[in-house]
């Protein structure tokens, strides 16, 4: 099973933005379609992104909205989720998932908080 570890959350106003980043250890990262969730306060965790194991196809979900960009670096090991245009229903902590293709999402990271302040 691949360990995973996000990174880069903070406190940020409205407008900014963030890059998170999940990094890989155990296995490569290179056989697995890679995801983003978040869970916001009192909130059940939803889907985010989602990116195939090439880099070559991107998922989305609505509320993205165009200002979200998934990405990866199989050399590095890593995953990454560039937020743009950050708004306060943002705010969530942020979960890196794996799974092969065709499974469901067996590894998670620890999670990052995501503060958007207004």
Known sequence: ???????????????????????????????YVMGWFRRAPGKEREFVAAINWSGGSTYYAD??????????????????????SLKPEDTAVYYCA?????????????GTQVTVAS
């Open 63 to 84: 509320f993205v909205q165009g200002r979200f960009a998934i990405y990866r670096d199989n050399a590095k090991n890593t995953v990454y989720l560039q937020m743009n």
């Open 1 to 31: 099973q691949v360990q995973l570890v996000e990174s880069g959350g903070g406190l940020v106003q409205a407008g900014g933005s963030l890059r998170l980043s999940c990094a890989a250890s155990g296995r490569t990262l290179r056989r």
């Open 98 to 110: 794996a799974r092969a293709a065709g499974g469901s999402y067996g590894s998670w990271g620890q």
